[in-house]
């Protein structure tokens, strides 16, 4: 369902953000994302003359790669575009990632090593979704792959293996609307957990 009809407006500005889970032939995951700005009009900018409309005002990739306990392996990153000259500069730092894992307190301690002037903001408003993006790859593939070496598993095995890996219902139960304890997902999945009116005598 579409959102409703939008005012007459003109577009100014796009942020295009787009974030992907690899499986990788060595067993490692790789999440990889890249952003870029752009604007509708003519921008001045001192560094780089003239940043014409439709040309990156913000253009940067970022790449974890992770073992199978969310452990980050290896982080590069990459600037194409930034408004300054010095902004490319912040992107090795970002291989200080290296050794974090991702779970509960993850983007406190990634701004410890990337924060302020160490890091990029844009590079790391990537890390948040980058983190999730890992959680829904890495989660399911290993859940899929510890099910398949026996048998095809069923959506309901599949779903259980996947619960456990976020740390089972308890953990997930009220993170959002899907998971309410007083909703029909939780009944259906969880019916001691479920808060609701319940049918039946």
Same mark, same amino acid.
Request: hydrophobic share 35%.
């Given at each position: #369902? $579409?959102?409703?009809? *939008?005012?007459? !407006?003109?577009?100014?500005?796009? &942020?295009?953000?787009?974030?992907?889970?690899? &499986?990788? *032939? =060595?067993?490692?995951?790789?999440?990889? *994302?890249?952003?870029?700005?752009?604007?509708?009009?003519?921008? $001045?900018?001192? =560094?780089?003359?003239?940043?014409?409309?439709?040309?990156?005002?913000?253009?940067?990739?970022?790449?974890?790669?992770? =073992?199978?306990? #969310?452990?980050?392996?290896?982080?590069?990153? /990459?600037?194409?575009?930034?408004?300054? /000259?010095?902004? $490319?500069?912040?992107?090795?730092? %970002?291989? +200080?990632?290296?050794?974090?894992?991702?779970?509960?307190? %993850?983007?406190?301690?990634?701004?410890?090593?990337?924060?302020?002037?160490?890091?990029?903001?844009?590079?790391?408003?990537?890390?948040?979704? #980058?983190?999730?993006?890992?959680?829904?790859?890495?989660?399911?593939?290993? *859940?899929?792959?510890?099910?398949?070496?026996? +048998?095809? $598993?069923?959506?309901?095995?599949?779903?259980?293996?996947?619960? !456990?890996?976020?740390?089972?219902?308890?953990?997930?139960?009220?993170?959002?609307?899907?998971?309410?304890?007083?909703?029909?997902?939780?009944?259906?999945?969880?019916?001691?957990?479920?808060?609701?009116?319940?049918?039946?005598?």
């Amino acid at each position: #369902m $579409p959102l409703s009809q *939008a005012a007459e !407006r003109t577009r100014l500005h796009t &942020r295009k953000i787009t974030v992907s889970g690899y &499986r990788r *032939a =060595d067993g490692l995951y790789d999440v990889e *994302a890249q952003l870029i700005d752009t604007k509708t009009y003519r921008l $001045p900018n001192e =560094d780089r003359g003239t940043i014409e409309a439709g040309e990156p005002l913000h253009g940067m990739w970022l790449r974890m790669t992770l =073992d199978e306990t #969310m452990c980050i392996v290896s982080c590069e990153a /990459a600037t194409d575009h930034g408004p300054y /000259a010095v902004c $490319p500069q912040a992107a090795p730092n %970002f291989a +200080r990632l290296a050794g974090l894992t991702i779970g509960r307190g %993850f983007l406190k301690e990634a701004a410890g090593r990337v924060g302020g002037v160490a890091g990029c903001t844009h590079l790391r408003e990537l890390l948040q979704q #980058m983190a999730t993006t890992a959680l829904q790859t890495i989660g399911p593939a290993r *859940a899929k792959h510890e099910l398949s070496r026996a +048998r095809q $598993p069923s959506g309901e095995e599949l779903d259980r293996r996947i619960s !456990r890996h976020f740390g089972g219902p308890t953990q997930l139960l009220n993170t959002c609307l899907a998971y309410a304890a007083d909703g029909p997902v939780v009944k259906r999945r969880w019916p001691h957990l479920f808060e609701g009116e319940r049918s039946g005598g």
